[in-house]
């Protein structure tokens, strides 16, 4: 679609936000600047609201500019899913779609997605966005992502879980490391090493204070990031438990450079992994192939990841 359908004055005033300026806005779309000052000069005025706060280092949104702002994106995504079903009425699968996943898909899910839907549908333009749990579930109620997928993700009824499955709980630890070879490994046990633990913001992290606090009072030996590959290079190094999923050490456990550990705890509840999108529209039909997609991708990379026998398992 050579023009967009949604009114300049949103696209002017989305771009600001975006970039924090007049002149910056005015560079990245090729619009003279007094141009964007005057058409939103003129929305400030027809809505008797001011859309920023002029500092003397640009731009920042009001509440009454975060309104518009969430208004022009909410229409140009409705704008991206007319475009694609017009395409689809076609017979051609071709349009854009926002996917927010989470950091451990990179190295596992998501080049698996990329190169299936290159194949496949060539057509479909995709943008990845790795985030938090909390970061997707929020970007989708935005309308900022078509679809995510979370780990943990909190029931909504805002959100439309498309496909879910379980994870069971436990850890990673290196082939070398005195756990490698168990069946599997209680909280305790694992405990008696030095535990690489992930940050608040992931979803694991909060269930593991909230079910069991006791593993944080203990400082010895422990080290704590926001950076999950960070965490499982710890573990790739012999010394470190990491307390996580299959899913979020796919490919370490696929090419057996990391063992996957149940923990047997009573009350360890499994992990989950969803897909999802925003119920309160209709599905459009690429994301639906999209979501198709990805799912076939996590059940491939769950499978790759349990094609190496633990040794424990092998009669």
Same mark, same amino acid.
């Given at each position: 679609? %050579?023009? *967009?359908?949604?009114?300049?004055?949103?696209?002017?005033?989305?771009?600001?936000?975006?970039?924090? *300026?007049?002149?910056?806005?005015?560079?990245?779309?090729?619009?003279?600047?007094?141009?964007?000052?005057?058409?939103?000069?003129?929305?400030?005025?027809?809505?008797?609201?001011?859309?920023?706060? /002029?500092?003397?280092?640009?731009?920042?949104?009001?509440?009454?500019?975060?309104?518009?702002?969430?208004?022009?994106?909410?229409?140009?995504?409705?704008e991206r899913h007319m475009t694609a079903e017009i395409r689809r009425y076609q017979g051609?699968?071709?349009?854009?779609?926002?996917?927010?996943?989470?950091?451990?898909?990179?190295?596992?899910?998501? %080049?698996?997605?990329?190169e299936s839907l290159g194949s496949t549908h060539p057509l479909i333009a995709l943008s990845?966005?790795?985030?938090?749990?909390?970061?997707?579930?929020? !970007?989708?109620?935005?309308?900022?992502?078509?679809?995510?997928?979370?780990?943990?993700?909190?029931?909504?009824?805002?959100v439309l879980v498309l496909w879910r499955a379980e994870l069971p709980f436990g850890c990673?630890?290196?082939?070398?490391?005195?756990? @490698?070879?168990?069946?599997?490994?209680?909280?305790?046990?694992?405990?008696?090493?030095?535990? @690489?633990?992930?940050?608040?913001?992931?979803?694991?992290?909060?269930?593991?204070?909230?079910?069991?606090?006791?593993?944080?009072?203990?400082?010895?030996?422990?080290?704590?990031?926001?950076?999950?590959?960070?965490?499982?290079?710890?573990? /790739?190094?012999?010394?470190?438990?990491?307390?996580?999923?299959?899913?979020?050490?796919?490919?370490?456990?696929?090419?057996? *450079?990391?063992?996957?550990?149940?923990?047997?705890? /009573?009350? !360890?509840?499994?992990?989950?992994? *969803?897909? @999802?999108?925003? !119920?309160?529209?209709?599905?459009?039909?690429?994301?639906?192939?999209?979501?198709?997609?990805?799912?076939?991708?996590?059940?491939? !990379?769950?499978?790759?990841?349990?094609? /190496?026998?633990?040794?424990?398992?092998?009669?």
């Open positions: 679609m %050579p023009h *967009s359908l949604v009114p300049a004055q949103l696209r002017y005033v989305d771009q600001v936000a975006r970039s924090g *300026s007049i002149q910056a806005a005015a560079r990245e779309l090729h619009v003279a600047a007094s141009a964007i000052n005057r058409q939103i000069l003129q929305l400030e005025e027809e809505l008797e609201a001011p859309l920023f706060e /002029r500092l003397p280092r640009g731009m920042r949104l009001t509440v009454a500019g975060d309104a518009v702002v969430t208004l022009a994106r909410r229409w140009r995504q409705d051609v699968h071709q349009g854009h779609v926002n996917l927010h996943a989470m950091d451990s898909h990179s190295t596992s899910i998501l %080049p698996l997605l990329v990845v966005h790795l985030s938090s749990t909390d970061e997707a579930a929020a !970007a989708l109620l935005s309308g900022t992502a078509d679809l995510v997928a979370a780990f943990n993700l909190p029931p909504r009824r805002e990673v630890v290196a082939p070398t490391h005195p756990l @490698a070879d168990a069946r599997s490994v209680s909280l305790q046990e694992a405990a008696a090493y030095p535990v @690489a633990l992930q940050s608040r913001a992931l979803a694991i992290r909060r269930y593991l204070e909230a079910q069991y606090g006791w593993l944080f009072d203990q400082s010895r030996g422990r080290f704590e990031s926001n950076s999950l590959q960070l965490t499982k290079q710890l573990a /790739r190094s012999g010394r470190y438990v990491v307390f996580t999923s299959e899913l979020d050490a796919a490919q370490e456990l696929a090419d057996g *450079s990391l063992r996957f550990v149940p923990v047997r705890d /009573r009350g !360890a509840e499994p992990q989950t992994i *969803s897909i @999802a999108v925003d !119920a309160r529209h209709p599905l459009p039909p690429l994301v639906k192939v999209v979501a198709e997609q990805l799912q076939t991708a996590i059940e491939q !990379a769950l499978a790759m990841s349990r094609s /190496r026998s633990r040794p424990a398992d092998v009669i």
